[in-house]
């Protein structure tokens, strides 16, 4: 206790505060399609708008974040200090907000938060964005990288650098056009991890179970985004890992392990790593792995690029070769955007896959219905493309319940760059605000039956118009949203289109139900094992 009283004398007040997907369709939501009343129009209903606009009706000025409700300072602290809350900010997001309402502040150590638990605020807040939105709780990474003398990537930069880097690499892989020409070489990776399956299955007791799926779609993921970004093989999926491989796997891990550690330096002043120097030095350690494993292969590709130059060949490549012959973008900023993008795109899509997967084996009439659905459009065991994605609509809508249910990100932070009203209250310029959007999935009124798995809610029905639903955006909006969201999808996509078609998805005994924890991601908090039963 006496740790929490030292950083409650360094909190400051809240005036200080001044100085990340699918627009999603819900088909059981008639009532927002035929209504006519815009998300914006909802969230001016709710009080919100920036500061000079006519209050409608004459509705009364807006209120201090001196009045905004919220759990007291000491309480918080030993919520996530005392009752390991980091690995529960899913429930006290829904906690808080049964509480305390949709908008609500609180503060975490010297940080000041406004948390936004309601779709249309949070609509409202991500379409007053301008051209270059600021994440909020990127301070550390900023340090190290000063620490270290590296450049900033697209995660971490901000302003005029970010909008530069997010102009060059939106030119190759930010439209489903522009990532589907990497089909080929996913669909590659795919037939090793099935190959990786079949041997798995051969080495159980029943000769169907795989233990700990989670493990074999991490090893699939980093094979897949790597082959694209670094335009090379790992290795992840044979029987034994090259050594640089199982190094950066090592250091990957360190990094999520250190997300509570991290999360612990950053709520406290710096000054007290001093006392307590380990969270902040292994958050350093682990991005000195990332960074070293990344240049390696850079480096790698770098050199045969310039050997093909020398022989007088034409030089032909994917997004690093692109990188290095449109010389927009320095060495140092490839180094860390291809760190950056490797890093993002590992555990989200593994995690993702784990959930669908698990979903799947306990909702097996959802799995015959993509099953069928598969077969009548595709065939049993044609290898799909880009362009036959389209043709399975309820695979895409696996997807976004998926995520609705298990967002990877459970929240979003944005630090607002002019005055808003939101919900009523006058946000000053300088806020760090967070959009809870594991709260928003799980509301009824955003999605009817929200703690139920139902694909077909996405499935379009009749003449009913897609609208937006800001209840679930996994993928983050607007200019600050995910720009691997592409390659996501289509790697999700292409590998669940194909184990279907070689196995059925069973629960095993030694799964029962799996809850999910905050580990900066959200992820499964058990093993998942799952039975691949060979289709007949």
């Known amino acids: ?63 201090s974040l001196a009045a905004m409700p919220g759990p007291r ?38 940080q000041f938060v406004v948390s936004v ?37 697209l995660i971490s930069a901000e302003g005029e650098q970010w909008l530069k880097m997010r102009s060059v690499l939106r030119q190759r892989i930010l439209k489903p056009k522009d990532v589907a020409i990497f089909a080929g070489e996913i669909n590659q990776v795919i037939a090793d991890l099935i190959k990786r399956i079949y041997f798995l299955k051969s080495q159980a007791e029943d000769g169907d179970t795989v233990t700990n799926i989670n493990d074999l779609f991490f090893k699939y993921s980093m094979e897949g985004v790597a082959t694209i970004l670094y335009e090379s093989r790992l290795g992840c999926l044979g029987n034994s890992i090259p050594q640089l491989t199982a190094d950066y796997i090592e250091a990957l891990a360190l990094m999520f392990c250190t997300f509570k ?32 494993f990344s240049q390696i292969h850079i480096d790698n590709k770098l050199r045969d690029i310039r050997c093909q130059m020398e022989r007088g060949e034409r030089v032909r490549g994917g997004l690093l070769t692109y990188l290095f012959l449109s010389q927009e973008l320095t060495l140092e900023e490839i180094y860390a955007n291809m760190t950056e993008m490797l890093l993002a795109g590992v555990d989200t899509t593994s995690f993702t896959l784990s959930w669908a997967v ?30 036959d994605v389209p043709k399975v609509p309820l695979v895409r809508a696996l997807l976004k319940e998926t995520l609705r ?14 005055d808003l009203i939101v919900g009523g209250y006058l946000i000053p310029r300088g806020t760090q605000l967070a959009l809870c959007h594991y709260a928003t999935s799980y509301e009824d009124e955003n999605f009817p039956r929200a703690k139920e798995f139902r694909p077909e809610r996405w499935l379009r029905q009749g003449n009913l118009r897609r609208v937006d639903n800001f209840g679930s955006i996994p993928f983050g909006y607007g200019a600050r949203s995910c720009i691997g969201r592409r390659i ?49």
């Not at 249910?405 to 002019?418: I, K």
């Open 405 to 418: 249910l298990f967002p990877v990100l459970p929240g979003n932070g944005r630090v607002t760059q002019e």
């Open 261 to 292: 550690t991290s999360m612990y330096a950053g709520a406290i002043p710096r000054w007290l790593r001093l006392l307590i120097p380990k969270p902040w030095q292994e958050f350093c350690r682990s991005w000195d792995g990332l960074f070293e």
């Open 488 to 536: 996501a999808e289509l790697e999700i996509h292409l590998l669940v289109i194909q184990l279907l078609q070689h196995f059925e998805i069973k629960t095993s005994p030694w799964t029962k139900t799996v809850h999910a924890k905050t580990h900066g991601l959200l992820m499964p908090g058990e093993p998942i094992h799952v039975r691949f039963v060979n289709r007949k």
């Open 358 to 387: 698990y979903l799947l084996a306990r909702h097996p009439e959802v799995q015959q219905a993509l099953y069928q659905e598969i077969v009548r459009n595709l065939g049993e065991r044609h290898v799909p493309t880009a362009a």
């Open 73 to 110: 300072t000491l309480a918080n602290l030993v919520e996530f200090f005392g009752k390991d809350g980091f690995s529960r900010i899913h429930e006290i997001q829904q906690k808080h907000t049964r509480e305390y309402g949709k908008i609500f502040k609180s503060h975490f150590g010297p």
């Open 117 to 153: 638990a309601d779709r249309d605020l949070v609509a409202q807040v991500l379409r007053a964005e301008g051209a270059s939105p600021q994440r909020a709780n990127m301070g550390s990474w900023q340090e190290y990288r000063d620490l270290r003398g590296r450049s900033t990537g």
């Open 1 to 63: 206790m006496a740790l929490l009283a030292r950083i409650l004398k360094a909190r400051p007040s809240p005036a200080a505060g001044r100085s990340g997907l699918l627009g999603g369709w819900d088909a059981g939501q008639p009532r927002l399609a035929s209504s006519g009343l815009s998300a914006r129009a909802r969230a001016e209903d709710k009080g919100a708008g920036r500061p000079g606009a006519s209050q409608a009706g004459g509705r009364a000025e807006p209120r």
